[in-house]
């Protein structure tokens, strides 16, 4: 079974390792250029340095965390979202599920608009774009924008999403409680 949650930057680590893994084919697609480590860590640094401009999303099977959504907000309000799944779980509709997530989380926080840069080649984001109903234009240099003014939250959408940031914050709670209590039963971890 796959799960799919939303995060912080506590998993930035893993993020930069899931972009360092995709292979050439996949960091072209993703970025739009040939990217490379140096490239990706530059991105990871600026998301250290803002991270209320960022908003992450994972997709983890029993064993490992196979999938990545993200959004990046810009000066002009609109964020740009961003998606790339591990080789081996391709076309198991883990960006669909992901692109869905960040969709519904960009209308529960009234963010008026997302889009995201496909390449010309890149049929499948183009198809799931499309599905989202991000329309593409052209730009001409070889990629399309793919951009959605986002729409208000259907009365289910605002449930659930509110449902899932209450999860969100009841497991933040949990973790910092079994962290205090772990520095409580071995307070000679305290200056770890
Ligand atoms: C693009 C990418 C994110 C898709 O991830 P994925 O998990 O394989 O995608 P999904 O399985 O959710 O969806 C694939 C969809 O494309 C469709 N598809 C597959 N091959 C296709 C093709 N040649 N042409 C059009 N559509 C195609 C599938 O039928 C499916 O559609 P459906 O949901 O209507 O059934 C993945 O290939 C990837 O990580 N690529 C590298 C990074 C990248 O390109 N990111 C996008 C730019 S940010």
């Known amino acids: ?32 250029h040939p990217a490379s480590d140096y490239n990706i860590d530059q991105l990871i640094l600026n998301m ?3 991270p209320t401009d960022h908003e992450l999303w994972y ?9 990545w959504g993200h959004m990046a907000k810009n000066q002009d309000g609109t964020w740009e979202l961003a998606v790339s799944v591990a080789k081996e779980h391709q076309r198991q509709g883990i960006a669909d599920k992901l ?18 840069h496909c390449i010309e080649n890149n049929k499948v984001i183009q198809h799931l774009a499309a599905k989202h ?6 730009r001409g240099d070889g990629e399309r924008t793919a951009a959605i003014e986002v729409p208000e939250p259907n009365f289910v959408e605002v449930n659930t999403q509110l449902f899932k940031e209450q999860a969100e914050i ?4 949990n973790r ?17």
């Open 170 to 173: 009841v497991r933040e709670i």
């Open 133 to 138: 109903e991000l329309k593409t234009k052209e």
């Open 99 to 116: 692109m869905s997530e960040m969709i519904v989380w960009a209308k529960f926080h009234h963010i008026p608009e997302v889009y995201m």
């Open 48 to 50: 250290c340095y803002n």
């Open 59 to 67: 997709a983890r099977t029993d064993e490992q965390r196979v999938g």
């Open 1 to 32: 079974m796959i799960t799919y949650v939303h995060t912080n930057i506590y998993k930035i680590s893993d993020y930069a390792r899931h972009l360092k893994s995709l292979d050439q084919e996949d960091r072209y697609s993703r970025f739009g």
């Open 176 to 192: 910092l409680r079994g962290k205090l209590a772990n520095l409580w039963l071995n307070p000679s971890h305290h200056n770890d």
